[in-house]
């Protein structure tokens, strides 16, 4: 099984699921930087929404927990 062991492996699909959103979130921002910037918004107007619907994401889904 290309030199992983079982364990290794339930290690990794434990981590990937107790860290899925945070997996998500980071995707979702990607996707956005990704993105052209719409019209009639700078680049850093864009940047900074999108880095608060990333943060809100994260703190909805709370892959990062609260204080």
Same mark, same amino acid.
């Given at each position: ?16 699921t ?5 997996? $998500?979130t980071i995707?979702?921002? =990607? /996707?956005l930087?990704?993105? %052209?910037? +719409? ?7 864009y940047r900074?929404?999108?880095?608060? $619907?990333?943060?809100?994401?994260? =703190? /909805?889904?709370?892959?990062? %927990?609260? +204080?």
């Open positions: 099984m290309l030199g992983f062991s079982r364990s290794s492996l339930t290690n990794f699909l434990f981590w990937v107790q860290k899925k959103w945070f997996l $998500i995707v979702v921002g =990607i /996707i930087v990704l993105l %052209p910037t +719409p019209s009639g918004l700078t680049v850093e107007g900074i929404i999108i880095i608060v $619907i990333t943060a809100l994401m994260m =703190i /909805i889904t709370e892959p990062i %927990p609260l +204080p």
